[in-house]
């Protein structure tokens, strides 16, 4: 059921390197995609949290839909930060 993380993680950067040609540059990109990658990892952790110690109920399939969307926006970090930060470091060495 969650096996489309894999393959999203894996198509998402030609999405990314558009949007940093396109639109943002590579900086912004790597930026913005790190930002939404360590949200999603948080989302992750929020997830897999007992919140019956603090009396609160979360049914199954909330913290599914949790699950869900923290994988998703890992995958599109992971698709900003891999397309960008190869050339990205290549444009950074000298070429004397």
């Known amino acids: 059921m969650w096996s489309?993380?894999?393959?999203l993680s894996?198509?998402?950067?030609?999405?990314?390197?558009?949007v940093a040609d396109t639109y943002l540059g590579r900086f912004n990109t790597i930026y913005?995609?790190?930002?939404?990658?360590?949200a999603g990892s948080s989302l992750l952790a929020a997830s897999t949290y007992d919140y019956?110690?603090?009396?609160?109920?979360?049914?199954?399939?909330?913290?599914?839909?949790?699950?869900?969307?923290?994988?998703?926006?890992i995958a599109f970090g992971t698709g900003g930060i891999k397309a960008n930060v190869g050339p990205f470091g290549a444009d950074?060495?000298?070429k004397t």
């Open 92 to 94: 950074q060495v000298s």
């Open 4 to 7: 489309f993380y894999p393959g």
């Open 32 to 38: 913005g995609s790190a930002l939404v990658f360590f």
């Open 52 to 73: 019956s110690k603090h009396g609160l109920k979360m049914n199954l399939s909330f913290r599914e839909v949790m699950f869900a969307i923290s994988l998703i926006s």
């Open 10 to 18: 894996a198509f998402l950067p030609i999405f990314g390197g558009w």
